[in-house]
């Protein structure tokens, strides 16, 4: 709950989240469960202290300091992760929890790699995963895409595998797509988007859709390498947009949609602090994007808790939030007649609050 007169407004928004990790919804507590249940063992306390309990990891993912001292913890947590059910289960403690908080239609990112790595075929993943975007529509309402990533810190070979099999699985395939989109994750600097240009070639080609993390931790160049050399649709973080007005002008005629993670950047000081993170900035050069949670386990919440953190620094307007989430809607990857239930309620919501 927040202090903000708007929060009933906030907790009702019909939201649409397009940047969130499946993987990044693994909270201490299903680490150990899931390491109990599949006999994983996990570092030792006297290893790293923060392994005694799921309290003290909780505690120690207060203490991140850049995007790589977090992602040591991401990648280690996964050790957990075996079974196509413990797959379900990490999707499904996301969509129920996203639910409460408003969330209409998710479209959400998964590691194949983080996984097959560890012997885990890619069809457990997904079907797993998939299993979760199934269940969260008939029992919550709550349409979804799947969006694989590629990690852009391993040998861009192990991408184009990734993509040889999704592509021999038959997740890309017309009839039935499982994965609707291309994603890069990961280690952002030094790993540039340029080097997956061939995956996101073929992608277009195969009409899948193309977002990137860039300008999270990398400069501007990061951004229009994803653009130009991935025909990015969508850019992932994207706050450091504000350094380059003359590339920001071309996002805002490309109509490009930031995928905009206010509490992440907190967490991983990419800013010390909400009021820090373009928001205000972005809106009034008209500058499209979305507000998500990231990796809701790490980073201090799930997307309302961002709506509210935004609505604390910024103070907005009923009606620029009206902006926000209208633009969430249109800028995702669902069909037309979907975007048109979710503007109603959208109307519903913002007429509601108006008037009463
Ligand atoms: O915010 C992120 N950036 C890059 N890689 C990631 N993998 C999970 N979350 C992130
Ligand atoms: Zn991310």
Redesign the pocket.
């Known amino acids: 709950m927040c202090k903000s007169n708007l929060h009933a407004l906030l907790a009702a928004l019909p939201k649409c989240e397009h940047?969130l990790?499946l993987?990044?919804c693994l909270s201490p507590s299903l680490v150990f469960q899931l390491a109990a249940k599949n006999n994983i063992t996990l570092p030792s306390a006297s290893e790293d202290p923060a392994y005694a309990s799921p309290e003290a990891l909780t505690a120690r993912y207060q203490h991140f300091t850049n995007?790589q001292s977090?992602?040591d913890y991401?990648y280690r947590a996964l050790d957990a992760v075996i079974t196509q059910d413990d797959f379900e289960m990490l999707g499904w403690e996301y969509f129920s929890t996203a639910a409460r908080d408003g969330v209409k239609h998710a479209e959400v990112?998964f590691?194949p790699q983080s996984h097959t790595a560890r012997g885990i075929e890619l069809d457990t993943v997904v079907a797993g995963f998939n299993a979760a975007c199934k269940r969260a529509e008939k029992e919550l309402g709550v349409t979804s895409k799947l969006i694989m990533?590629f990690?852009?810190h391993l040998p861009v070979q192990e991408s184009r595998e990734t993509m040889a099999a999704a592509v021999a699985g038959g997740y890309f395939d017309d009839e039935d797509r499982v994965i609707t989109g291309l994603g890069l994750?990961?280690?952002?600097v030094g790993f540039r988007p340029e080097l997956f240009e061939e995956m996101y070639a073929e992608a277009q080609k195969k009409g899948i859709r193309r977002t990137a993390?860039a300008g999270?931790?990398g400069d501007p160049t990061y951004i229009s390498g994803a653009l130009d050399a991935l025909h990015a649709e969508r850019i992932?973080?994207g706050i450091r947009l504000v350094e380059d007005p003359a590339l920001m002008e071309r996002v805002i005629k490309e109509r490009i949609m930031l995928t905009v993670?206010p509490l992440?950047n907190v967490c991983?000081r990419a800013v010390e602090n909400v009021g820090q993170v373009p928001i205000r900035k972005f809106l009034e050069a008209g500058v499209k994007f979305s507000l998500n949670s990231?990796?809701p386990a790490?980073f201090g919440g799930y997307i309302l808790n961002n709506y509210c953190a935004v609505q604390e620094a910024f103070d907005l307007s009923v009606g620029e939030w009206k902006v926000i989430v209208q633009n969430s809607i249109e800028g995702s990857w669902c069909d037309q007649a979907r975007k048109n239930e979710l503007l109603s309620i959208l109307d519903d919501c913002v007429r509601k609050h108006t008037s009463g």
Do not use: I, T, V
């Open positions: 940047h990790h993987e990044g995007l977090f992602l991401y990112f590691d990533c990690l852009r994750d990961s280690s952002e993390h999270e931790e992932d973080h993670c992440s991983l990231d990796d790490y």
